[in-house]
């Protein structure tokens, strides 16, 4: 018998068809994996199982027996629960209380007896978790634990996990994944939401594969390969991307020197940061979200001043200066919120042309037919799906990336700073921007990412330096860095020194 069973589902948002008669089948006891790129529908159809949405068409049968799920309640009560990348915990109150909260079967109990009757519960699911402590104290992945604790507190027998790995470090992802195992051997069913293959066949029993709405198939991890799931996904064949080759030692470029920095709390977010970059290399910073990788942006941006130290671009000293300074030094900047990287209501040529305006400016008249045809070759040379006219607001996250990704790297910058880029998009996309950093490599210019993507940092870069609560703990050359001893120093397990 399955645990669910969802049958022809349709889900429309006005012209757009997000499913498109989708059958989908869980087994009792297993975990199923749902792949496929962002905008495949994978989260609506989920969604309409919780009861965050409801299917247009379709039926839904929880074992066996047709049901109707109108919100989460009727979910829950059904035994599915659901932890998506964002939790819903209250970071003020205890453990216990969150698992708790707004679920109470009718009994009266003290704080005692809570923690008491969580702390069992923790115990039986062989979930390490203390339920006295305050949630606000626990790291990402101890939150992750809570929210299962808590479906599985409310009895849940299905339970789905929306990326569960995105904001986990690798030993983290180990114990999610011994967890998960366990709780599959005790009879629980799993979807795992996620597009990092090696993990879906790492954990996974059968993966159902999602494109444009569509179910394109269902099959058993050991039938299939990686490169065989990510052309079902994407429609063709696709290839990882990883730096060939080692890099050829040229001068550095930009250089980084003792800086600080707070947050916009006023606390220190940045403490005596120093690097290099040289040209023809690629630096990738690795870190757990939150360790001072946004205020590292923002100051190499030129959107925050830093406190303290110096900024060098080919030894033209930038430190404090404003964006446009820092444009005409020669960097390149791939903001990690390609939303804010753009102006929603200007056009796709306008917003190619937004930093250099006065080159297309006579007379205070703008030159429009020079912006179209400059902004159609970039269209053409980086496989843009969109007009010069259409507003910008209306590209996908893929083309509006390839967007910013025209304008920065077209002026062919001595420095490229790449912040997060390819956060949010699907295989194709993330595929097409990880070939162009790897052009600007061998273009000669000193490119450095920051990525919360361990597996995207290992696979581009020369040199990983990891940041911590705001330090760099360690530099490690690509061929000694492993997984292992990058997860140590991104929670602060040691420090390494290295020369490399």
Known sequence: MFAVEMRGIVKRFGDLVANDHINFELKQGEVHALLGENGAGKTTLMRILYGLYHADEGSIFV??????????????????????????????????????????????LNPQQIQRRVAEAAERFGIEVKSDALVRHLSVGERQRV????????????????EPTAVLVPQEVDILFETLLRL????????????????????????????????????FKQDVSQSKLAQMMVGRETFGVTRQGERIQGEPVLRIEN???????????????????ASGEILGIAGVS?????????????????????????????????????????????PEDRHGGVVGELTVAENMTLETLDEYT???MLDRKRMLEYTNTLIEEFQIKARPTDRARTLSGGNMQKLI????????????????????????????????????????????????????????????????????VGILDAHEATPEKLGLL????????SHA
């Open 63 to 108: 074992n066996g027996q047709q049901v109707s799920i109108t919100s989460p309640k009727d979910a829950i009560a059904l035994g599915i629960g659901m932890v998506s990348q964002h939790f819903t915990l209250v970071p003020p109150l205890t453990v216990a209380e969150n698992v708790v909260l707004g679920y109470n079967p009718g009994i009266r």
């Open 147 to 162: 929210e299962i604790l808590k479906a599985l507190y409310r009895n849940a027998r299905v339970l789905i996990m929306d």
């Open 184 to 219: 599959q051997r005790e009879g629980l069913s799993v979807v795992f939401i996620s597009h990092k293959l090696n993990e879906v066949m790492t954990i996974c029993d059968r993966i159902t594969v999602l494109r444009n709405g569509k179910n394109v198939g269902t099959v």
């Open 259 to 277: 800086v600080s920095a707070v947050d916009n709390k006023g606390l220190p977010a940045l403490k005596s940061v120093s690097l290099e970059v």
């Open 290 to 334: 939150g360790n001072g990788q946004s205020e590292l942006t923002h100051v190499l941006s030129g959107t925050m001043k830093p406190t303290s130290g110096k900024i060098l671009v080919d030894g033209q000293d930038i430190t404090g200066a404003d964006p446009a300074t820092i444009t005409c030094a020669g960097v390149g900047r791939i």
């Open 362 to 364: 006579q007379n205070g």
């Open 405 to 472: 990704l025209a304008r920065t790297l077209a002026r062919q910058p001595k420095v490229v700073l790449a912040a997060q880029p390819t956060r949010g998009l699907d295989v194709g996309a993330t595929e097409y921007v990880r070939k162009k950093l790897l052009e600007q490599r061998e273009r000669g210019a000193a490119v450095l990412l920051i990525s919360e993507d361990l597996d995207e940092i290992m696979a581009l870069s020369d040199r990983i330096a990891v940041i911590y609560e705001g330090k760099i």
């Open 490 to 497: 991104m929670t602060g397990a040691r420090e390494v020194v």
